[in-house]
């Protein structure tokens, strides 16, 4: 049985990076918010 989370980096960024964020009027909403509030990240990024 396979598990349910398999994580792959080019998958998460594409679903739920900052570029994608963008596209949609929520997320530019969601985005502003989290500035509002002072969070550090704000969408999901690559780890360095």
């Known amino acids: ?23 949609s009027l929520g997320g530019i909403k969601m985005l502003k ?3 509002a509030k002072g969070r550090k990240t704000l969408a999901v990024q690559k780890k360095k």
């Open 1 to 23: 049985m396979q598990r349910t989370w398999n994580p792959k980096k080019y998958k998460r960024m594409k679903k739920h990076g900052f570029l994608k964020r963008l596209q």
């Open 33 to 35: 918010r989290r500035r």
